[in-house]
């Protein structure tokens, strides 16, 4: 998903974000980080299951639960991991953006005011 970023206006402040970086960032948050943590599940629930084989008794019963325990908060890690990662980047591009557009905005005020009239206009005097 690319990140939108609010351009300067000629001649404003220019807001100090790496959109770069934080378009890498969210890449890797939403196609990246879920995909490594199954990935390295995977060969885990392979080698619980090898190791199960042929054991019986109160110890494998305590295994299997810890194992899934592991399996339930690796996928949940995996999931809000991502989520709570690319939320986080989203909301410093956006407030990255709500500052690039105060910038402009007080750059346009600015040359406003100073393209306006700067002679007041003196007091007016009655007619004769």
């Keep these: 998903m690319p990140i939108e970023r609010v351009s300067p206006v000629e001649g404003a ?3 100090d974000f ?3 970086a934080a378009e890498h960032a969210h890449a890797w948050a939403t196609r990246t980080l879920p995909r490594s943590l199954s990935d390295q599940a995977a060969p885990r629930r392979q080698a619980a299951r090898d190791a199960g084989d042929g054991w019986e008794g109160h110890f494998r019963e305590e295994f299997d639960r810890a194992e899934a ?4 908060r690796v996928s949940t890690a995996g999931g809000l991991g991502s989520v709570t990662l690319a939320g986080t ?3 410093a591009v956006d407030d990255a953006n709500e500052r690039q557009r105060r910038y402009n905005r007080e750059h346009r005020a600015a040359e406003e005011a100073a393209s306006a ?3 007041v206009p ?3 005097r009655p007619g004769p």
Excluded: E, N
């Design 13 to 15: 402040r220019v807001v």
């Design 18 to 20: 790496d959109y770069a």
């Design 69 to 72: 325990d592991l399996a339930t």
């Design 89 to 91: 980047i989203t909301r």
């Design 117 to 119: 009239p700067t002679s």
């Design 122 to 124: 003196g007091p007016t």
